[in-house]
């Protein structure tokens, strides 16, 4: 059921007109910390935006019968990875402050979602373990660039916490590229 449903083409191209729209709000989300971002830098600040513009490219792909295993490594590993960093740093600005403004609480449900859809598609994706480390090297390359060089998303309830954030980000890093890999890689091979 669920397969019929994830295969379907008229669901499909809903999705990738709610991952589309999705993440072009994420661009504008950031715009502010963008201003602000030196130029180097820029490709690294918008994590979330970037992780659903890799599954919008996979649908769209995708919905034409075509694989492009590299996105789709780079859409399973960094939608998983993004969409559980942001709910748990809205939870933790919750229990700081015992207070969100209410965009907090869509930015919860959509990001779980994030997370959720990136995985949901796994059985279809064609990744390989080429595929996987680059997503890999690209993944803990930008935990590096936002924890070594500070451009990660700002959420300014949480800056003294940055280290041991930064610690969280790179072990759920291992833990989306570890992941992935079982869904899309050792499963196959066990099957």
Do not use: C
Request: aromatic fraction near 20%; glycine fraction near 6%.
């Amino acid at each position: 059921m669920l397969s019929y449903i994830l295969l379907d083409k008229k669901f499909m191209i809903l999705l990738f007109i709610i991952n589309f729209l999705g993440t072009i709000y994420g661009y504008y989300w950031y715009e502010w910390q963008l201003a602000i971002t030196p130029a180097i830098f820029i490709p690294f600040v918008p994590d979330s935006p970037t992780a659903s513009l890799f599954f919008t490219i996979f649908l769209l792909f995708f919905i034409f019968g075509k694989n492009i295993p590299y996105i789709e490594a780079l859409a399973i590993v960094s939608l998983f990875k993004y969409g559980i960093w942001a709910v748990v740093m809205n939870l933790l600005t919750l229990a700081i402050n015992g207070d969100v403004d209410p965009s907090a609480y869509m930015l919860i449900a959509s990001h779980l979602g994030m997370a959720i859809q990136g995985l949901l598609y796994a059985p279809y994706y064609k990744i390989k373990l080429r595929h996987l480390a680059v997503a890999g090297v690209v993944v803990l390359h930008n935990d590096i660039i936002d924890y070594v060089f500070g451009q990660m998303p700002i959420y300014s309830d949480l800056t003294t916490y940055m280290n041991e954030i930064g610690y969280f980000t790179f072990w759920l890093s291992i833990v989306s590229i570890l992941l992935a890999y079982y869904l899309t890689i050792y499963k196959k091979q066990k099957s």
